[in-house]
């Protein structure tokens, strides 16, 4: 019990195994964070799968019975904590695959926001309950994705918004039947998992800094990083198998 991973064809998966709700504690935050701060060592590896064990929650937020027993002094170095792991998905080398299959509350909507890309089950819905449980939520980590009246209803009401109305906001890219999810995700991380190793990580490092930046700056850190593309083996074998109309061979070099 805890947190799983595994590898298989180019991509880690990463498992909240957490029975029954997949609430997590502190010690699960620093297995997240380790696990994914790893991430680039792991080799032949070029996708990263995020996603829980059962069918009852994708994440059901922290343990509120660990938080009750926590006391005010603790909670700066438990926020450091936090802000790790979720830190640690966001700036993972490789790119992240959240594979919601249930209700994602608090601590789950922003572990799955912190992803690259979401794909959810049917099931699925996304809120910020923290009102309800005297805290504040992860609305810096939600609101890169919803308009702000929706973010704010969510943070002052607690109610959560479902797959279908997360995919028509954009936060969610696809929405599946819940015996699709997995097949769907782990289909598009191969498929993620076959491009060049370099330009991979290139340009998650590309995207992660142009993010917030007005274009014409951006644009010119996204050429940078081009130009330490063009160095690689790789960018050479990229265009030569696109003109020979044949599958690139990669060597990570």
């Given at each position: 019990m805890g947190i799983d991973v595994t590898f298989a064809e180019g991509?880690?998966?990463?498992t909240i195994d957490c029975p029954p709700v997949n609430a997590i504690?502190?010690?699960?935050?620093?297995?997240?964070?380790?696990?994914?701060?790893a991430a680039d060592t792991w080799d032949g590896i070029n996708c990263v799968l995020f996603t829980a064990s059962g069918t009852r929650a994708f994440c059901a937020g922290l343990d509120l019975k660990e938080f009750l027993a926590a006391t005010v002094e603790e909670d700066p170095a438990r926020a450091r904590t936090?802000?790790?792991?979720?830190?640690?998905?966001?700036?993972?080398?490789?790119?992240?695959?959240?594979?919601?299959?249930?209700?994602?509350?608090?601590?789950?909507?922003?572990?799955?926001?912190?992803?690259?890309i979401r794909i959810a089950s049917s099931a699925a819905r996304f809120s910020m309950p923290e009102i309800n449980v005297g805290?504040?939520?992860?609305?810096?980590?939600?609101?890169?994705?919803?308009?702000?009246?929706?973010?704010?209803?969510?943070?002052?009401?607690?109610?959560?918004v479902d797959a279908a109305e997360a995919w028509r906001l954009g936060f969610v890219q696809e929405v599946t039947e819940p015996d699709e999810l997995m097949p769907a995700a782990r289909a598009l991380a191969a498929r993620i998992a076959t491009k060049a190793p370099l330009g991979l990580r290139y340009g998650k490092q590309a995207l992660n800094q142009i993010e917030f930046?007005?274009?014409?700056?951006?644009?010119?850190?996204?050429?940078?990083?081009?130009?330490?593309?063009?160095?690689?083996?790789?960018?050479?074998?990229?265009?030569?198998?696109?003109?020979?109309?044949?599958a690139p061979v990669f060597k990570g070099r």
């Open positions: 991509v880690a998966e990463i504690t502190l010690a699960n935050y620093r297995e997240i964070a380790e696990a994914f701060e936090v802000r790790r792991c979720f830190k640690s998905i966001r700036d993972c080398a490789l790119p992240t695959i959240a594979a919601v299959n249930g209700p994602a509350l608090g601590a789950g909507a922003v572990l799955a926001s912190v992803c690259d805290r504040c939520g992860g609305a810096a980590h939600l609101g890169r994705h919803f308009p702000q009246g929706m973010l704010r209803r969510m943070f002052f009401t607690g109610d959560p930046l007005p274009v014409d700056e951006g644009y010119q850190i996204e050429q940078q990083f081009s130009t330490l593309l063009m160095r690689t083996e790789d960018a050479r074998e990229a265009t030569a198998a696109t003109l020979e109309k044949r």
